[in-house]
């Protein structure tokens, strides 16, 4: 009862997201499949839960317990033939209990007109009972660990008796991203228990020692290419590290900042937007600060600095782009910008006021509105300055779209979700520099975006520092960080845990890499 993927090559326009990856499953196993992000771990799960469909020209195949297929045409195809996922965020509803959670993905038995929620709880209590599971049906899912919701989706997801039986593969995509280190071996244990079943789970993690613990195969991808595949009991950890920060094509080529910020001023000077200044003071401090993951941390960015911030998923990593986009509130401790302190209970609104500009990492859902044109996404959020200003919104449009590289030219009025992800992406930037903010912070700014416009976005990046604005990056990419940054800090526990910098040589792939994994 293997899972098989053969010749698996997935493209986008101007990106080969996958290129002729093989894989095999094997039942009773737990395979990891480990990358930075855009290596296309993303895209293989896609291909395997019927997504995305791989290049008809490669002769791929994806075989399930024997049966061969050139595709899975749908996530529902998918769950029939036998193919079952859990995501980094279990689909629970916090305000259920455990029981009607775990219903709202099955067919609620009835009695009469109405659910019969006895059968509801007797059917949850047997699932838990399979696998090992102690927790009360009753139970409102709010008030569960991050390892129990999980455990519970994962249970969900496989279900009992037939639905076991019929079970050809579980794929953990990124689900122990938002469990705790602390709570991480209970949720694995329960994984191996699947595992012992004789069903083949597929890990895609970023933790190594979750994989080194709990896994027996090891699968690496890098640039949408598979470059290493062993026991893990076989593969050290720097073999590891070493195949996810394998030099990328485009790395040997150079930034091309001729002017550094030149083109940027120019557009500053058309909107009469105050450039800004030189200081010796910090532009951002960040002092003792304590909100979820967040434990009293405390850094500082220089003006024109360009800061890289890296970590495991519970260091704080994940929180702190929230904390200072506005959507995540203190407890306690100070943030200030430019000299002025921002309100504990602060939202994106104060935030963008105060001088904070945020690159989200999901372009799709919070970097631009898909349906509205690149017009409209480049003008918000500064829309109320071109109000009866049609001929400056034509030339800011024109402008950005000349000095940010965004193609195709002269279709400022097409649908933003018709351009590719870094033209996208290229867009989402010449919004937030608009105003001039005082510090740009770019979470993940390379995902998804193919070679040219990753050194187009770095080589911006340059330009913004040049312009006296503070840049803080996050990103899981050791090598674009070590292009870019001048100072790298790496979170742990949430505080600042370690610094690298060019001045001391500690600034190198492989020490981010170790921060970025381990």
């Not at 395997?48 to 045409?73: A, M, N, R, V, W």
């Not at 991050?146 to 008796?161: S, Y």
């Amino acid at each position: 009862m293997a899972l098989e993927a053969t010749n698996i090559s997935v493209s986008f326009p101007g990106v080969k997201a996958l290129r002729k990856v093989s894989l095999v499953f094997q039942p009773g196993r737990i395979h990891a499949v480990l990358g930075a992000n855009g290596s296309g771990k993303s895209t293989l799960v896609k291909v395997l839960t019927g997504i995305y469909h791989p290049d008809k020209d490669c002769g791929g195949k994806i075989i399930i317990d024997g049966h061969e297929y050139q595709s899975i045409e749908s996530p529902s195809v998918a769950h029939e033939k036998g193919i079952r996922v859990v995501h980094q965020e279990s689909p629970l509803v916090h305000t259920f209990t455990v029981a009607e959670s775990v219903a709202l993905s099955k067919e609620y038995p009835m009695k009469g007109p109405r659910v019969d929620w006895k059968a509801v709880r007797k059917y949850v209590q047997d699932l838990f009972g399979v696998f090992e599971i102690d927790m009360d049906p009753d139970t409102l899912t709010e008030h569960l660990t991050a390892a129990e919701r999980n455990m519970v989706a994962m249970a969900t997801a496989i279900g009992m008796n037939r639905e076991l039986e019929e079970t050809k593969a579980l794929i953990l995509d990124e689900a122990d991203a938002s469990i705790p280190e602390a709570e991480a071996e209970y949720f694995l244990k329960h994984v191996r228990r699947i595992a012992d079943m004789g069903i083949p789970v597929i890990m895609v993690t970023h933790r190594l020692k979750a994989a080194r613990n709990y896994c027996d195969d090891v699968s690496i991808l890098n640039g949408g290419e598979l470059v290493y595949s062993g026991l893990i009991k076989d593969t050290s950890e720097d073999l590891i590290v070493s195949n996810m920060i394998r030099k990328p094509a485009e790395e040997g080529q150079q930034l091309s900042v001729d002017r550094p910020g030149a083109a940027l001023d120019e557009l500053w000077r058309l909107l009469g937007s105050r450039m800004r200044p030189k200081k010796d003071t910090p532009v951002l401090q960040i002092k003792r600060v304590v909100a979820e993951n967040l434990n009293h941390l405390s850094l500082e960015l220089k003006t024109g600095e360009v800061l890289g911030i890296v970590g495991i998923p519970d260091s704080g990593v994940n929180e702190l782009p929230l904390l200072l986009g506005g959507e995540l509130a203190l407890d306690s401790g100070e943030v200030v910008v430019d000299g002025k302190q921002l309100s504990r209970k602060s939202s994106p609104r104060r935030a963008i006021r105060a001088g904070l500009a945020i690159l989200p990492n999901d372009r799709a859902v919070r970097g631009g509105i898909m349906p509205c044109s690149l017009r409209e996404n480049m003008l918000l959020p500064n829309e109320s300055r071109f109000w009866h200003k049609k001929k400056l919104a034509k030339a800011t449009v024109d402008l950005c779209s000349d000095i940010f590289d965004v193609n195709p030219r002269g279709q400022k009025d097409m649908d933003f979700g018709k351009f590719s992800g870094g033209n996208q992406q290229k867009a989402i930037m010449a919004k937030w520099l608009l105003p001039c903010p005082a510090v740009f912070i770019l979470n993940d700014p390379t995902y998804g975006v193919d070679p040219a416009s990753r050194l187009k976005i770095f080589d911006l990046i340059k330009s913004a520092a040049h312009s006296n604005i503070g840049i803080i990056i996050f990103s899981t990419e050791p090598e674009q960080l070590v292009n870019v940054c001048t100072r790298v800090l790496a979170l742990q526990n949430g505080k600042v845990g370690g610094e690298l910098t060019v001045q001391d040589g500690t600034l190198t792939r492989e020490a981010i890499a170790k921060w970025c994994y381990t």
